[in-house]
């Protein structure tokens, strides 16, 4: 199905370069939004040593993931607008733009939905190995069993189970009413306390606290020098050995060395994963061989519904730039 936004007038002819398009729209999207704001080209992905060739007399760039530095800008002098098809802006060097007049936009809580779908997808699989009883029924374990049932690795109840979160903001909160109506308890972690006195079985901890008493630890927090290499061996050491970690945020959160040491010697019990700290990471990735590790490839902001809402916000903070009134500004 290709997903249709409702076309606008053309309002300026601007010269717009879509650096990483790829993974936004595969195909199953269209860039007629973004067309009726100037002329598009869009490639699929960009090396380093492209962007300032590609981007060349451009207004207007949109990017994903290829970073846009000090180097880049100053070679770029047409440039007046970087809008951000993601949440994270990172990869802009964000006040640099500012001192020659750019307005960088991202595109905040497009993929909330999703990430919490994944979140739950990632806990359960850990809790009840669904696709591992599945394997085992379709190789004819099932068929072959002396009784009615059997199963191959422990069964888990969330129920009366503790849930830390740390990040505790829009994403934060909606994992905390899932886990909630599973009838976890929460503990939450977040430089401001917002109230939620709505909730039941809820508390506001620091982290080391929250890591020593969550029987699930899941992670929602932004990627910043504080948060960097948060998750160690350290850390890791003061969890419960019957823990699970999940991180659907960014992957140099953990220091993923001390992650698999500690799978490996039962100082956890399993994680679940969908970022690393290089992506695509390494063949020689030390999780790769690590106990009860699922990982998924960066995939929770992948679903065509949110992919759909990301390409439509990232087309409305453009058209409002032209508009002169520029929303979801990371520089203003």
Known sequence: MIASFPLKTKIIAMKIIVLDGCTLNPGDLTWDGLKQLGEVVVYDRTSPDK????????????????????????????????????????????????????????????????????????????????????????????????????????????????????????????????AAAFGMNIIGASRTHSDQSHRKNFKWAEIPELLQESDVVSIHSPLNSQTEGLINKESLQSMKASAFLLNTARGPIIVEEDLAAALNSDVIAGVGLDVLSAEPPAKDNPLFNAKNCIITPHIAWATIESRTRLLQIATDNLSAFVKGKPVNVVNG
């Open 51 to 178: 962007i300032v060739e590609r981007c060349k007399g451009a207004e207007i760039i949109l990017t994903n993931k290829v970073s846009i530095g000090e180097k880049e800008i100053e070679s770029l002098p047409d440039l007046k607008y970087i809008g951000i098809t993601a949440t994270g802006y990172n990869i802009i060097a964000i006040e640099f733009a500012k001192t020659r007049g750019i307005i960088v936009s991202n595109a905040p809580g497009y993929s909330t939905p999703s990430v919490v779908q994944l979140t739950f997808a990632l806990l359960l699989e850990l809790c009840l190995h669904v696709q591992r009883h599945s394997d085992a029924v379709m190789d004819g374990k099932w068929s072959r069993s002396l009784d009615f049932s059997f199963w191959d690795y422990p069964l888990i109840e969330l129920s009366g189970k503790t849930m830390g979160i740390i990040g505790f903001g829009t994403i934060g909160q909606q994992v905390a009413d899932v």
